[in-house]
């Protein structure tokens, strides 16, 4: 069974009720619980993480290449723009990831227009809401059904 971990950063357990005009109205909680429904669905295991401490997405990321994780979906917040420590922990697990972003980072400040991941991401999804995590989810569960063929 495929294994897929959502990895997300700082301030996303706020979700639904900070700035609903950039990340929408759904909680984080009720985002993880259609993933699951859906991974499942599909014969995959999903686990959710979030955590407002670098040091504990690095240890998690860590913790996903000892575990046999397949694929990580990553929404590394306020990380995008500072982690290098993040950033060093999934080059050294080398486990494929899609970067998300509720909002459009480059629809707005230019500070959140640069990110420490999308080079070496497999690809990301931004500015369509919650919506972003579905479609990573999709786009993973099909590299894995491939790349497990």
């Given at each position: 069974m495929a294994k897929i971990w959502v990895i997300n950063g700082p301030n996303l357990n706020l979700l639904g009720e900070r700035e609903p005009q950039h990340y929408g109205r759904r909680s984080l909680a009720d985002i993880a619980r259609a993933l699951r429904a859906k991974a499942a669905a599909a014969g995959c295991e999903l686990e959710d993480f979030q955590s407002n401490a670098e040091h504990e997405l690095v240890e998690r990321?860590?913790?996903?290449?000892?575990?046999?994780?397949?694929?990580?979906?990553?929404?590394?917040?306020?990380?995008?723009?500072?982690?290098?420590?993040?950033?060093?922990?999934?080059?050294a697990v080398g486990?494929?990831?899609?970067?998300?972003?509720?909002?459009?980072?480059?629809?707005?400040?230019?500070?959140?227009?640069?990110?420490?991941?999308?080079?070496?991401?497999?690809?990301?999804?931004?500015?369509?809401?919650?919506?972003?995590?579905?479609?990573?989810?999709?786009?993973?569960?099909?590299?894995?059904?491939?790349?497990?063929?």
């Amino acid at each position: 069974m495929a294994k897929i971990w959502v990895i997300n950063g700082p301030n996303l357990n706020l979700l639904g009720e900070r700035e609903p005009q950039h990340y929408g109205r759904r909680s984080l909680a009720d985002i993880a619980r259609a993933l699951r429904a859906k991974a499942a669905a599909a014969g995959c295991e999903l686990e959710d993480f979030q955590s407002n401490a670098e040091h504990e997405l690095v240890e998690r990321v860590q913790a996903a290449g000892r575990a046999g994780v397949d694929f990580i979906i990553l929404n590394p917040a306020a990380f995008t723009h500072t982690s290098v420590a993040l950033r060093d922990a999934l080059s050294a697990v080398g486990i494929p990831f899609i970067e998300v972003h509720l909002s459009n980072i480059h629809a707005r400040e230019s500070f959140r227009r640069h990110s420490y991941f999308s080079d070496i991401a497999r690809g990301v999804i931004s500015g369509l809401g919650p919506q972003v995590y579905e479609l990573a989810l999709a786009a993973a569960l099909h590299a894995v059904e491939n790349e497990q063929a």
